[in-house]
């Protein structure tokens, strides 16, 4: 948060409370649905491991992006996969 209160030219407890005013959310909690949408996206769209997409999301562990899962959605990565991905077209 440091680096984006640098770039807008505030102090960070300013740039936190401007991003809250202006998106309605903390910038972690931004951060943290913006990790959940790439992470649920690769999981619909690509083959990759969990672990990949783990690493590719920002989580810094697996199991760091399964409680993501759980506490958002209700339901870990895997089963979320099964569940919302698209069945190949033949």
Same mark, same amino acid.
């Given at each position: 948060?440091?680096?984006?209160?640098?770039?807008?030219?505030?102090?960070?407890?300013?740039?936190?409370?401007?991003?809250?005013?202006?998106? #309605?959310?903390?910038? #972690?909690?931004?951060v943290d649905?913006v990790r959940?949408e790439h992470?649920?996206?690769?999981?619909?769209?690509? %083959?990759?491991?969990?672990?990949?997409?783990?690493?590719?999301?920002?989580? #810094?562990?697996?199991? %760091?992006? *399964? *409680? %993501?899962?759980?506490?958002?959605?209700?339901?870990?990565?895997?089963?979320? *996969?099964?569940?919302? *991905?698209? %069945?190949?077209?033949?």
């Open positions: 948060m440091e680096s984006l209160a640098a770039r807008a030219l505030l102090s960070p407890r300013h740039f936190a409370r401007a991003f809250r005013d202006e998106t #309605g959310v903390t910038p #972690g909690r931004y649905r959940l992470a649920r996206r690769l999981l619909e769209d690509t %083959a990759d491991g969990v672990e990949e997409i783990s690493r590719a999301s920002g989580y #810094g562990t697996p199991e %760091a992006m *399964r *409680r %993501a899962f759980v506490k958002a959605l209700g339901t870990p990565p895997a089963e979320y *996969r099964r569940r919302f *991905r698209p %069945a190949p077209v033949h």
